[in-house]
């Protein structure tokens, strides 16, 4: 990993990023509004189509792909608050879409999987998120796309990797 570039370092002329005259060029405002218009977007929809919030498919995304997972693994993934998380997963649970079980090694801790009512209705809303993100990337070629994911995944492990070192992050 490359030491990250000090602030007096960003107006030197060697810098990887373009120049920012106002908050609206900068790509963590970017990134934040690409993500803030798709939330506004993915939150009606579906809660209108599955009565679910983003937040509660986000949960039921990360718990079937990494099934069975502790809460705090969730968390780590997410980055969501503890409280929030709880409450979500409170939800989930009552709803009869997520079971918790003691985990072998410590009962005071959970696992969390997905009942088969959640992995029915987990299936039905992957599939509207695959219609979803492929509206989001129409204007892409394939190529374009896959260049795109694979930068992003760059960038976010870069980032990961300070806040570790930052101790922000596990």
Avoid at 103 to 120: F, N, Y
């Amino acid at each position: 990993m490359q030491a990250s570039a000090g602030i007096e370092d960003c107006e030197d002329g060697m810098s990887v990023h373009p120049p920012i005259g106002t908050i609206l060029d900068a790509l963590t405002f970017r990134l934040a509004r690409l993500a803030a218009v798709n939330h506004h977007t993915g939150s009606a929809r579906f809660r209108e189509a599955f009565g679910l919030s983003l937040n509660e498919w986000r949960v039921m995304g990360v718990v079937n792909a990494l099934s069975p997972v502790t809460f705090g693994r969730i968390r780590d993934v997410l980055l969501m608050d503890k409280g929030q998380l709880s409450r979500v997963v409170k939800q989930l649970t009552a709803r009869g879409v997520l079971r918790s079980t003691p985990t072998p090694k410590d009962a005071r801790a959970v696992e969390l999987s997905l009942t088969e009512v959640g992995s029915e209705l987990h299936d039905e809303v992957l599939k509207i998120t695959a219609l979803r993100n492929e509206v989001v990337v129409e204007t892409l070629t394939r190529e374009e796309c896959q260049e795109f994911m694979r930068i992003l995944q760059k960038i976010t492990a870069h980032n990961e990797q300070l806040s570790e070192l930052a101790g922000l992050l596990k």
